[in-house]
């Protein structure tokens, strides 16, 4: 075998390698459990849970790559998906022990939008953004 048809073929074991290691990569995907999309619960207090997929949900604390952690907006959209998620904001929750449900209180009674977002061990978002919206109703207490 020439040394140009050995280089084929590793070429094509190298581009088989690479294709078989992509499609065994699962999709990252976050989601909001409770409330449901058009769900009217009762207020003031609004119970959220979340799931996640295809990623490792990890403390923040842990800094390291290929985890994440849930950050919630309610009724505030996200931040730009290069820049840090902010703390200490109103409606912006950071679940970084790697929570995957919030207890919010005193939410106002009405239409509500509450958005999942995972974000890297930084308050980054994942690249591309990894993120879950839902509509409810609060009623009044």
Same mark, same amino acid.
Do not use: N
């Given at each position: 075998?020439? =040394?140009?048809?050995?280089?084929? *073929?590793? +070429?094509?074991?190298?581009?088989?390698?690479?294709? +078989?290691?992509?499609?065994?990569?699962?999709?990252?995907?976050?989601?909001?459990?409770?409330?449901?999309?058009?769900? &009217?619960?009762?207020?003031? =207090?609004?119970?959220?849970?979340?799931?996640?997929?295809? #990623?490792?949900?990890?403390?923040?604390?842990?800094?390291?790559?290929? #985890?994440?952690?849930?950050?919630?907006?309610?009724?505030?959209?996200?931040?730009?998906?290069?820049? &840090?998620?902010?703390?200490?904001?109103?409606?912006?929750?950071?679940?970084?022990?790697?929570?995957? =449900?919030?207890? *919010?209180?005193?939410?106002?009674?009405?239409?509500?939008? #509450?958005?999942?977002?995972?974000?890297?061990? *930084?308050?980054?978002?994942?690249?591309?953004? !990894?993120?879950?919206? !839902?509509?409810? !109703?609060?009623?009044?207490?």
């Amino acid at each position: 075998m020439s =040394a140009m048809e050995r280089g084929v *073929w590793r +070429a094509a074991a190298l581009g088989a390698l690479l294709l +078989a290691a992509c499609r065994e990569k699962p999709a990252v995907s976050v989601s909001i459990t409770s409330p449901s999309e058009g769900d &009217t619960v009762p207020g003031p =207090a609004v119970h959220i849970t979340l799931g996640a997929s295809g #990623i490792e949900l990890a403390p923040a604390s842990e800094q390291r790559p290929g #985890i994440a952690h849930h950050h919630l907006f309610l009724d505030v959209d996200p931040t730009p998906p290069t820049d &840090t998620i902010p703390s200490g904001v109103t409606g912006i929750i950071h679940r970084g022990q790697a929570q995957t =449900a919030f207890h *919010w209180d005193s939410v106002a009674p009405g239409p509500h939008r #509450i958005i999942a977002v995972l974000g890297d061990a *930084w308050h980054v978002p994942l690249q591309p953004m !990894v993120a879950d919206t !839902v509509h409810f !109703v609060v009623t009044g207490p």
